[in-house]
Nanobody, 120 residues
Framework: QVQLVESGGGLVQPGGSLRLSCAVS????????MGWYRQAPGKERDMVAT??????NYVDSVQGRFTISRDNAKNTVSLQMNSLKPEDTDVYYC???????????????WGQGTQVTVSS
């Protein structure tokens, strides 16, 4: 089985910074795309940023403020969030598309979520 464990959420003032981290563990053969999503109560989970084969993709609202990175040797993905705004307040979820052997398909896995609150 594969587990994703997030860390780094919390309360920050507008204009501040936070760094989220996510570690993937378990039976891993390869990890394709990794990413961060966010979800407010009663709303759908939306993509924030993804990274795959060195290419990154961001939702327009965070472009230039957030930076996603991954360490393939450690199976981790991070999200550096700068110039945070109150509208960035959400639960943030780590996501990874993982295969556990050379002849098995990739499956999508989720972390448990970490709360990010931007408020003065």
């Amino acid at each position: 089985q594969v587990q994703l464990v997030e860390s780094g959420g919390g309360l920050v003032q507008p204009g501040g910074s936070l760094r989220l981290s996510c570690a993937v563990s378990g039976k891993i053969f390869s990890i394709h795309t990794m990413g961060w999503y966010r979800q407010a109560p009663g709303k759908e989970r939306d993509m924030v940023a993804t990274i795959s084969s060195g290419r990154t993709n961001y939702v327009d609202s965070v472009q230039g403020r957030f930076t996603i990175s991954r360490d393939n040797a450690k199976n981790t993905v991070s999200l550096q969030m700068n110039s945070l705004k109150p509208e960035d307040t959400d639960v943030y979820y780590c996501n990874a598309i993982v295969s556990d052997s050379s002849d098995s398909p990739h499956y999508r896995y989720w972390g448990q979520g970490t709360q990010v609150t931007v408020s003065s």
